[in-house]
T-cell receptor, first 114, second 114 residues
């Protein structure tokens, strides 16, 4: 059974550019969440999608956005990149919203902004 | 606001010693608590998921306990091995939080010396 797949694994971008990250959840999972991990702030929640709808959003500026497709795959986009956006971006999938399910995380995308 | 604390932030033990990792939280209104392992630069690997109604979960050399009344969870790793060296994170899913958002502790970085 395939796990959560994140692409690409590594990215280097220049300040001011935009970037799109992709996440394919475990087959049959319909909930996808995104987290940002930095040494200083730890793991911070970005947003969550279920059935193509954003269900929950963390405290991040509007430059961070996302979407979910009908096959549950999700993308997140960061526009006008800043140096502080350099981080490991993690995607997690869960069968549904609510209930007592745990999370399965992907390997992450390492974004470096120069 | 839920606060999740993991003390100590770092721990070094000789091979064979048992590991005891702590996770404290201020709000006991949780659905479940999940322990993860993270290797440097990698994603999160789920170790154990404890539901709110459970007191403990076991998997091989790992045992996690949950005491909601005192706001504590403990992860025990028996007979540690160098391969157990990693950062261990606890995460809670709060009843008051919308959707599947997880609240993470800061992690405990473990080094098992041969």
């Amino acid at each position: 059974k395939a796990g959560v797949t994140q692409t690409p694994r590594y990215l280097i971008k220049t300040r001011g550019q935009q970037v799109t990250l992709s996440c394919s959840p475990i087959s049959g999972h319909r909930s996808v969440s995104w987290y940002q991990q930095t040494p200083g702030q730890g793991l911070q929640f970005l947003f969550e999608y279920f059935s193509e709808t954003q269900r929950n959003k963390g405290n991040f500026p509007g430059r961070f956005s996302g979407r979910q497709f009908s096959n549950s795959r999700s993308e997140m986009n960061v526009s006008t990149l800043e140096l502080g956006d350099s981080a490991l971006y993690l995607c997690a999938s869960s069968p549904t919203v609510g209930g007592n399910h745990g999370y399965t995380f992907g390997s992450g995308t390492r974004l470096t902004v120069v | 606001k839920q606060e999740v604390t993991q003390i100590p932030a770092a721990l070094s033990v000789p091979e064979g010693e048992n590991l005891v990792l702590n996770c404290s939280f201020t709000d006991s209104a949780i659905y479940n608590l999940q322990w993860f392992r993270q290797d440097p630069g990698k994603g999160l690997t789920s170790l154990l998921l404890i539901q709110s109604s459970q007191r403990e979960q076991t998997s091989g050399r790992l045992n996690a306990s949950l005491d909601k009344s005192s706001g504590r969870s403990t992860l025990y790793i028996a007979a540690s091995q160098p391969g157990d060296s990693a950062t261990y994170l606890c995460a809670l899913r709060m009843i008051k939080a919308a959707g599947n958002k997880l609240t993470f502790g800061g992690g405990t970085r473990v080094l098992v010396k041969p």
